[in-house]
């Protein structure tokens, strides 16, 4: 494509090749090399502040010299798609998901899981998914009778989380040494605050059920509930169905749930 | 078509492409602005209505941190927009940049303004897109365009095609730079002169840039001011600058506004009558009491070139 390109943009090319390498590629042809210098450094400080500020813990445990490599490389081998600022995490954890990224360093097998958790708390707090708040009855709780045979509501900057790893207790002194599956929720509570819960398998496999795919092919409350006790093999269906709107009633005092479909 | 005087408008700002027109009329951006970072969005909230802050009549935002935010920034946004008149000054448009035009974050652009009742946007004289190994990619910086035929030509045909899809005329801004493109044919009045012609856009002069880039490569701001095409200014900036070395000024908006600055913005007004000028204070942040003594003195230095 290069041969198609105007001079002026000839001179682009090779001006932001030398800043995102300036090891491999080679200045632009009388350039003042103190001048693109400036240049070196601001586009990389820019994005190392940007990319930094949302992954504090990974860049603890892997070191300063190793995260200053990554953002490095990061510059060098990713092409970003979006133009917002808030979507420069989201363009990092992209390129963690290459290959590339790990050409020239060995990162930890747990980094991208715990780079996706640190993200996750950006993305929920300035999160803009909606819900029509007229269409849900919030005064009726989740452990009366009649919500029984409805769909369950839940708050919209809600988000199901499965990692290979423990990552809500990794920091610099407890680096994972072995994968532990993990499930959590993230989620926006009515005061911006962003928080996480921790699941167990069962609640879980619950609330996916209870929140996916598309509102008039969800299940009713009762309809999961009977087909967790199915999968679980348990025939006590009743103890299940009151274990199973506890935790819901439970997720409702804490703002997850904000009730059922009218 | 003839552009008349921005500042003379007293309606709706129409566009010169199409008959939309925004909600807000141009003129709704007036006097003295302050950016508005994080760490002062607080601190304007809770100084509203004290006599202290009266001098700001507006703020500025760049579309690229506020666009689809939800949550607690939503709630700021929506503050604001409800007492402020806002302007857009975007970053990321990589007017300059080699590919396609981004029209998928303009319509976004387009959307946001209008949700907002936002009657100015304007961009950087710029680039900060990339093709590196044959992908489309995002610097997230003002990179500087080589002053040459070919380059104005281009320029001027995407921000046609900008203010096309917007319904409505932009202004650019003369930005900071740091190296000369060894190929660049033209000096930078000259170049600046040309796309604003041939997009027939508005011109948002930044008097600090001009002052930096004066240093930077040893021109007389002065006679740059003069040649600037008074009828195309809609819009101002002052900041401060880092100094490196002596004939190096980085543009960091981490500094008080520096006299030959404040010189230079005082000319232009007393040369082209007075604008809606933007305090810029994008680092080291002093508290709101002390910046606003900046913010007042563009408005005091105003109210006697309007006199």
Redesign the interface.
């Known amino acids: ?2 041969s198609n ?5 000839q ?3 090779a ?3 030398y ?2 390498d300036p090891k491999k590629q080679s200045r ?5 090399p ?3 210098a ?2 070196k450094e ?2 990389f400080t ?2 190392f502040d ?1 990319v930094s500020a949302c992954f504090p813990v990974a860049q603890k445990v892997l070191g300063k010299r190793a995260w200053l490599r990554l953002v490095q490389s990061f510059l060098r081998n ?9 979507q ?1 995490p989201e363009e990092f954890l992209s390129f963690l998901a290459q290959k590339s990224c790990s050409e020239t360093q060995v990162l930890p097998d747990y980094l991208f899981s715990l780079c996706h958790y640190e993200w996750v708390e950006l993305a929920v ?6 819900i029509d708040l007229t269409l849900v009855n919030v005064e009726l709780g989740v452990l009366n009778d009649e919500a029984l045979n409805r769909k369950l509501v839940f708050v919209p ?1 809600m988000q199901l989380l499965s990692y290979d790893y423990a990552v809500q207790t990794i920091s610099p002194q407890k680096k994972p040494k072995h994968p532990i599956s993990t499930q959590l929720l993230a989620y ?1 509570n009515s005061a ?1 605050i962003v928080k996480f819960v921790e699941l167990n398998p069962v609640t879980f496999r619950l609330l996916s059920l209870l929140s996916g795919g598309e509102v008039n092919e969800a299940l009713t409350i009762n309809q999961t509930l009977l087909k967790i006790a199915e999968e679980l093999h348990r025939p006590d269906q009743s103890s299940i169905i009151s274990f199973g709107l506890e935790i819901l009633e439970d997720l409702r005092s804490q703002e997850v749930v904000l009730g059922v479909y009218l | 078509m003839t552009v008349t005087s921005p500042r003379m408008h007293s309606h709706v700002a129409t566009s010169s492409v199409s008959n939309i027109t925004v909600q807000q009329p141009l003129n709704a951006i007036r006097g003295v602005g302050l950016g508005l970072k994080r760490e002062l969005i607080p601190q304007i909230q809770n100084a509203f209505g004290q006599d202290y802050i009266a001098n700001i009549n507006f703020v500025e935002i ?1 579309p ?2 506020w ?9 700021q946004l929506d503050w604001f927009a409800e007492r402020y008149p806002i302007a857009c000054h975007g970053l ?3 007017l ?3 590919g396609p035009l ?1 029209t998928d ?1 303009l319509k976004q652009v387009k959307t946001f303004l209008h949700q907002y009742q936002i009657p100015l946007y304007t961009e950087h004289l710029s ?2 897109t ?12 003002l ?1 500087p ?2 002053f ?1 035929e ?2 104005v030509h ?1 320029v001027a045909k995407r921000i046609r095609q900008t203010q096309d899809i917007l319904g409505q005329q932009i202004a650019i801004e003369n930005t900071s730079f ?6 660049s044919t033209m000096d930078e009045p000259t170049f600046l002169n040309a796309v604003l012609t041939e997009a027939n856009c508005l011109l948002h002069l930044d008097v600090n840039n001009i002052y930096v880039n004066s240093i ?1 490569f040893g021109f007389d701001s002065h006679a740059f001011l003069r040649q600037m095409p008074s009828e195309r200014i809609i819009y101002s900036h002052v900041a401060g600058h880092h100094t ?1 070395s002596q004939d ?1 000024l ?1 543009d960091t908006h981490g500094e008080d506004v520096i006299d030959p600055v404040w010189a230079l913005l005082e000319d232009a007004y007393g040369l082209f009558g007075t604008f809606p000028t933007l305090l810029e204070r994008d680092n080291n942040i002093p508290p709101l009491p002390q910046l606003m003594h900046e913010v007042n003195k563009i408005a005091e230095m105003q109210a006697s070139y309007d006199k």
């Open positions: 494509m290069t390109l105007l001079a002026f943009q001179y682009q090319l001006f932001t090749a800043i995102r632009p042809k009388n350039i003042d103190v001048g693109i400036v240049y601001i586009v820019n994005l940007a990713h092409s970003a798609n979006s133009p917002l600022f808030r420069i707090s300035s999160s803009n998914n909606t900057s926006r911006d | 760049a690229e941190n666009i689809n935010a939800g949550g607690k920034s939503a709630k990321c448009l990589s300059g940049g080699i981004n974050f680039f900060s990339d093709a590196y190994n044959g992908q489309h990619g995002y610097l997230y910086d990179l365009i080589p040459t070919e380059a281009y740091y190296v000369k493109a060894p190929i930077n490196q190096l980085v």
